[in-house]
């Protein structure tokens, strides 16, 4: 079974940036489909990016999108980074890493479509 760890988190001033990493701990033949979220306390957790199977396609939340960025380090998708530019308060969450074999790229903002969840890391943004 697959296990997932995000790190980078922390405590940054309006306008910082920050960069998110996540590494899976198994290599598999098949290539993972990985996705942040994001989730604030007594709210449900929000998509925020994700990276399709073929390491290529990518998806951001229109909340994020122009001001972060998923990518990956290989062609398994197992150690990929979220940069996180121009942090404004509302990004304050946990932020959580999200791993899945499945290719299929339907379902792919979608909790239920991974399998595999880390720990999260804390993102903390003051003004």
């Known amino acids: 079974q697959v296990q997932v760890a995000e790190s980078g988190g922390g405590l940054v001033q309006a306008g910082a940036s920050l960069r998110l990493e996540c590494a899976a701990s198994e290599h598999s033949f098949s290539p993972y489909t990985m996705a942040w979220f994001r989730q604030v306390p007594g709210e449900e957790r929000e998509f925020v990016a994700a990276i399709a199977a073929d390491g290529r396609t990518v998806f951001h939340a229109r909340s994020v999108k122009g001001r972060f960025t998923i990518s990956s380090t290989n062609t398994k998708n197992t150690l990929i980074y979220l940069q996180m530019n121009n942090l404004v308060p509302e990004d304050t969450a946990v932020y959580y890493c999200?791993?899945?074999?499945?290719?299929?790229?339907?379902?792919?903002?979608?909790?239920?479509?991974?399998?595999?969840w880390g720990q999260g890391t804390q993102v903390t943004v003051f003004s």
């Open positions: 999200a791993a899945t074999l499945t290719r299929s790229q339907a379902n792919i903002g979608r909790e239920t479509n991974y399998g595999c």
